[in-house]
């Protein structure tokens, strides 16, 4: 497992009954998870002091309790800065395991020696593509969610990365992807973070079970000669590393040869040692 564990400002404090209590930076946050069907003892202080809590309704969704938490807040991670805030569906607007693929790519971003163009497709809030900008690259953002896009130059402006090369683009992703084979546009890099189930700006639908593997094929079209790295994510329930890593192994590794790693991503829980499953990522990146 590939785990996020060089964080500062936020951890995962503990797990129980489908649950899990987190720090984000001054504030403790009781979120549900999935993954998180065991029912241990809530030894923690933090379960009885939360600042907000996420009650997941059995008729679907949910609804945030709140009990000391203000509308906005930050937290840091290796020079960048992220605007947090409780919205929808249980969500703060950072997924924090993905800082480990943050730590990977912006390592080959450095040691490239060379100009890099990155491709961020269903970018969210700007994670990746922050860190891959920190790191000297040159980022195309591309949300369909306007909300989103505007979320994610907020974190570059107080992440001190106003002034770098990053497009910011609302779009549907695949239409993008579908342009930009048209106007011959090339990439040195790709990182996409497909959802499970999404709607594009005009109403286009996204299922990943039918629509990830034919985006995966387009996306293979807009490579430079000599590409850098490419990542795939999922949260989808039973899209296993192993299904990425045959779709990296069959569209990447067959045509420009390489290496390919598939893995869970996870964070370290601190009150138990525990490490908890957080997704899924795919890596495909040259031969050394």
Request: charged share 20%.
């Amino acid at each position: 497992m590939w785990i996020a564990d060089n964080w500062k400002e936020y951890e995962v404090l503990d797990t129980s009954s489908g649950e899990k209590l987190e720090r984000w930076g001054d504030y403790i946050l009781v979120r549900p998870d999935p993954q998180v069907i065991w029912r241990t003892p809530r030894a923690h202080a933090g379960w009885k002091h939360k600042n907000a809590h996420y009650h997941r309704s059995s008729r679907g969704g949910g609804e945030w309790e709140f009990i000391d938490l203000p509308q906005e807040w930050d937290i840091h991670y290796r020079g960048l800065t992220f605007h947090l805030k409780p919205f929808h569906f249980k969500h703060t607007g950072l997924f924090p395991e993905q800082a480990v693929n943050w730590d990977w790519f912006s390592g080959l971003i450095g040691d490239a020696g060379r100009p890099v163009k990155v491709l961020n497709l269903f970018a969210y809030t700007g994670g990746a593509t922050l860190a891959a900008a920190a790191a000297g690259a040159q980022v195309t953002h591309v949300d369909a969610a306007k909300g989103m896009v505007a979320w994610a130059r907020e974190n570059a402006v107080s992440s001190g990365l106003a002034e770098k090369p990053v497009r910011w683009l609302v779009d549907d992703c695949v239409k993008f992807v579908e342009r930009e084979i048209r106007r011959g546009n090339k990439y040195d890099a790709v990182i996409m973070d497909p959802p499970s189930y999404g709607r594009g700006p005009k109403g286009e639908t996204w299922k990943i079970e039918e629509n990830l593997w034919p985006l995966l094929e387009l996306t293979a079209q807009l490579l430079s000669p000599s590409p850098l790295f490419f990542l795939i994510n999922s949260y989808t329930t039973g899209l296993q590393p192993g299904v990425l890593s045959y779709m990296l192994q069959s569209v990447l590794q067959k045509r420009f040869g390489g290496i390919v790693h598939s893995d869970e991503i996870g964070l370290p829980v601190s009150g138990t040692g525990l490490i908890l499953p957080c997704g899924a990522s795919g890596r495909w990146q040259p031969a050394d």
